[in-house]
Structures are given as C-alpha cells and as structure tokens.
C-alpha cells in the first residue's frame, strides 16, 4: 500500500504542482474553473487511453513510438505554455485591474482558457497513464488487496494535490504588482522545462544527438532525486547531468517566449514601449 | 481549405501513416536482450562494447507492466505485460549504468557494465 502511495504521489505532484500554477496564474479569467477541472478530466480519460494503447503505440516508428508520442504532447504543451504567456502580457494587467469586465475579454479569456485546458490535460494524461498502468498491475497480480491499492493510490493522490494547493495558495499570496511577473516567470520556466523533457525524449529516440552528455554534473551537490532537486525538477526542469541538446532546447524555449512576450506587448501596447521595461 | 493545401495536408497524412508502420531501419548496431521474469530483470548485470550505438531489447514476461528506468543511462520507457520494448542507448564511455524497473523498484534492478 506504502508502494502505491509513494509511486501515485510522485507521479501526481508534478502535475499538481503545474495545475496548481496555471490556476493562480488564470485566476482573474472569469470561468478558468471550468476549463481547468475539463483539463484534469480529459487528461484523466486521455490517460486510461493511452494506458490500454501503451503497447500498440510503442511499436510504432521503429519501435520508438512511445518516444515520439512524448515528445510531441509535450511540444503541444510547450506551445500552449507560450501561447498563454504571450496573451497574458497584453491581456494580464487589464483582467487583473477588473476581474468582471465582459465583453471582448471574455471571448479572447475563451481561446486563452482553451490553451489552458489542453496543457492540463496533457500533464495529467502523461503522469496517469503511467499511474494507470502501474495500478492495474498492482491489482491483476492480486499482490495488493483492491481496497488497500485504492487506500494508497488515494494517499498519494491526497499528497500530490496538497503540493499543488501549497503552491496556488503562496502565489495567490504574491502582491498584485508582482503577480503577473512571478507567474509568467514560473510558466516560461515550465515551459522551458518541458521543452527539455521533449529533448531526452528526442534523444532516447535517437531522432536527434544528444550533443555532449553531460555539459555537467551537480548530483554530488544536488541529486535529482533529493526533496529539494526533486521540487526544481518539476519547477524549473532541473536535471543534475543535462545534455547538450536538453540545454538548447531549454534556453531556446525560455528566450522564444520571452522575446515573444516583449515583442507582442510593444506592438498592443503602444505606450508599453516607453516604461521601463518589467 | 484551397485546393493545393488540401493535397499537401493529405499526402502529410500519408507519410506519417508509412512512417508510423514501417518496420525499424535494418539495424546494424548490435542486440542484447533483458528479460523481465518476477519482477527481476535477467540478467541482473549485462555487459556491452564501448563507444557502441547497442540495440537493448527488454522482454517484459510478467503478466504487469514494468517501466525499465535508468538515470545513469536517461533512458525509461513502459514496457506492457508480454511484450517486447526497444531502448537505443550509447555509443557509451566504460563503467557501470544502474537501471531499475520503476514499478517493482526492490526487486526489479540491475547494471549495465560497459567496457
């Protein structure tokens, strides 16, 4: 039971922790509650989906199917992580500034929600899948009892979204004039992060080279997978030995989306321009 | 949609079905095999050749998934119950790369010893 506690935790708290962000992040956007429990639930069906699918999908491309359907949801992922990040930075202050105004805000809040909802669903679909398949194990080899299984899946699933609650309420906590340049930041470090993840994915799959591996080695000063290295992992994409291909991804990600983000806010923003820059 | 987009987006279809189906490319680099058999794997230490591209075949003989997960290696890939997964890994320096099945960490371990 302890097993399936720890196995479910680790897999839920990452997307805890990412769902715990985007909600806080979305918080002015009238209806984002909706769009963030349709994310959790199509991620949940995606997830059994994919599990009953695992085996077929491996098989494809060579055998490296499982390799490029990872990378590609999670360049979905990446896409709408930026996507997002860049609407905010024209739409933020003002949704902040009013969090009942109608109209125009609205329908843009939809597309903005939509892009929300599928960066859900892909996290909770790629951690559940793997969860669904591990449990199910569990329960056909009748190693663990059903009732006791779903004690500690429960368990862990309990502690998984306590993470992602942690973290909602201390950016919720975060002065106004500060919220939106904290929770862009930590959601362009997400999108960074997975933007990496994609890369081992690519690598695994031998699409592409790994370029030197690894650039360095900090797993003597903070092994991944220490409470501390395991929390910037899920945050920032921490990896004590990144390869070369991982890094490239990462900063390319990070500078795309920030470049991207100065760029949009100049050209909507007239007068944006002329203060200092945040 | 216009006509030429409309073939482009078809014949897009096309090569990715191909591309999805086609068997893996005649594989020069070498084969090992890890079974997995009670959620241990065999054998629990495997050698391969340095600074070789090796093709590890993992059988996975339990009637559960099992994920073989390495950070030594960065690799993880989930293996259904019955079936066989690939996992490319190297060209490797010599040494020692620990691996574990993910879903059965106290029993499902092992290495790989390059030299």
Do not use: C
């Not at chain 2, 020069?28 to 590890?56: C, G, M, S, W």
């Amino acid at each position: 039971m302890l097993g399936a506690a720890i196995i479910v935790f680790r897999e839920s708290f990452e997307a805890a922790l990412l769902i715990g962000i985007i909600a806080a992040a979305t918080r002015a956007i009238p209806g984002r509650s909706r769009f963030v429990a349709g994310g959790i639930a199509a991620g949940t069906l995606g997830a059994i989906v994919v599990a009953v699918l695992t085996g077929r999908i491996a098989q494809l491309f060579g055998g490296m199917g499982q390799e490029l359907f990872n990378a590609s949801v999670l360049g979905i992922a990446v896409l709408m992580l930026a996507w997002h990040n860049i609407w905010m930075s024209v739409h933020g202050a003002e949704l902040a500034a009013d969090a009942r105004r109608v109209g125009r805000e609205v329908s843009e809040g939809r597309r903005a929600l939509s892009a929300i909802l599928v960066v859900i669903a892909i996290a909770v679909l790629r951690e559940g899948s793997e969860t669904a398949l591990f449990l199910y194990g569990l329960v056909s080899a009748g190693s663990v009892g059903t009732s006791q299984l779903a004690g500690g899946a429960g368990l862990g699933l309990v502690a998984g979204v306590g993470v992602g609650l942690v973290m909602y309420a201390g950016i919720v906590r975060v002065p106004m004039r500060w919220f939106f340049a904290v929770t862009s930041a930590l959601i362009l470090l997400l999108a960074a992060a997975m933007a990496a993840q994609m890369a081992r994915f690519l690598v695994q799959g031998d699409i592409l080279p790994s370029l030197a591996d690894p650039v360095w080695d900090t797993s003597h000063a903070l092994p991944g997978n220490s409470p501390l290295g395991a929390l910037l992992h899920a945050l920032m994409g921490y990896d004590p030995q990144p390869s070369g291909m991982q890094l490239v991804f990462y900063v390319v990600t990070a500078a795309a989306i920030w470049l991207g983000m100065q760029l949009v806010r100049r050209r909507q923003l007239p007068g944006a321009g002329s203060r200092a820059a945040a | 949609m216009s006509r030429l987009p409309q073939a482009g987006f078809f014949f897009a279809v096309l090569l990715l079905s191909w591309l999805a189906t086609a068997p893996a490319a005649f594989a020069a680099e070498p084969e090992f095999t890890l079974v997995i058999r009670d959620h241990k794997f065999q054998p629990a230490e495997l050698k391969i050749p340095a600074n070789t591209k090796v093709r590890l075949i993992v059988d996975n003989q339990d009637a559960t998934a099992e994920e073989f997960e390495s950070k030594d290696l960065k690799r993880e890939k989930v293996i259904p119950p019955k079936s066989k997964g690939t996992v490319l890994i190297g060209p490797l320096k010599p040494g020692r790369y620990t691996f574990v099945g993910e879903f059965h960490e106290s029993t499902a371990k092992g290495v790989i010893i390059v030299e």
